[in-house]
């Protein structure tokens, strides 16, 4: 079994629709992120927690929400999904302690298309 | 304005040679350097690091080389396999950043050629 689990792996929907996605992990780290990535561009940081009572914004929040539901487990959501929020979503984890050294882990992604 | 720039989309490479991937970064602030590996429809795996107190690091057939006066890395495989056929990502990180302040380039598709 993964990890770090992403759910669902695949979507497609209409814009103006709520969506969110979900992703857990059996690593008991504390530390949580999502990334977006798009052709070009890498992967980048929409949002961060470091433990269910921490949630940062990364660079690109606009747009959307989270929720730390516990420990394992962090969502994603789109509270009126847009075209431009076509991407592919990856969820990641890291440990807490010597944190900037400690490497990440990924799901395997969630591709996402907004029509 | 992107902080970590892998200018080479693509590269393709014959079994048994050379891989050399390249990375530049812009922010001096940054001090510690991580690649990651990605298959398709997978996410990205760690491969290897580095902290900016040394120049290079390796493990296997992988190193990397930091070169910080001119701010720029690179990824050595040696030698190439089919299965190194992936895209690779180099991320940069400041110490402090605990993180979340890793920036990601854009990625390099690597081509093995049997």
């Known amino acids: 079994d993964a990890d770090v689990t992403q759910t669902p792996r695949n979507r497609i929907t209409k814009t103006g629709k709520r969506i969110m996605l979900e992703c857990s992990q059996t690593k008991g780290h504390d530390r949580m992120y999502w990334y977006r990535q798009d052709p070009g561009l890498g992967l980048r940081l929409i949002y961060y927690?470091?433990?269910?009572?921490?949630?940062n914004k990364g660079e690109i929040s606009d747009g959307y929400s989270v929720s730390r539901q516990a420990q394992a487990k962090f969502s994603l959501s789109l509270e009126s999904a847009i075209p431009n929020q076509t991407a592919l979503y990856f969820c990641?984890?890291?440990?807490?302690?010597?944190?900037?050294?400690?490497?990440?882990?990924f799901g395997d992604g969630t591709r996402l298309s907004i029509l | 304005d992107q902080q970590v720039k892998q200018n080479s989309p693509s590269l393709s490479v014959q079994e048994g040679r050379i891989s050399i991937l390249n990375c530049d970064y812009t922010n001096s602030m940054f001090d510690y350097f991580l690649w990651y590996k990605k298959y398709p429809a997978e996410g990205p795996t760690f491969l290897i690091s580095?902290?900016?107190?040394?120049d290079k690091n390796e493990d296997g057939r992988f190193t990397v080389f930091l070169n910080k006066s001119a701010k720029h890395l690179s990824l050595h495989i040696v030698p190439s396999q089919p299965g190194d056929s992936a895209v690779y990502f180099c991320a940069a990180t400041p110490l402090a950043g605990g993180g979340f302040k890793t920036i990601f380039g854009a990625g390099t598709r690597l081509f093995v050629k049997a």
């Open positions: 990641a984890t890291s440990e807490g302690t010597g944190a900037a050294n400690q490497p990440q882990h």
């Open positions: 927690s470091f433990d269910v009572k921490d949630i």
């Open positions: 580095i902290s900016s107190i040394k």
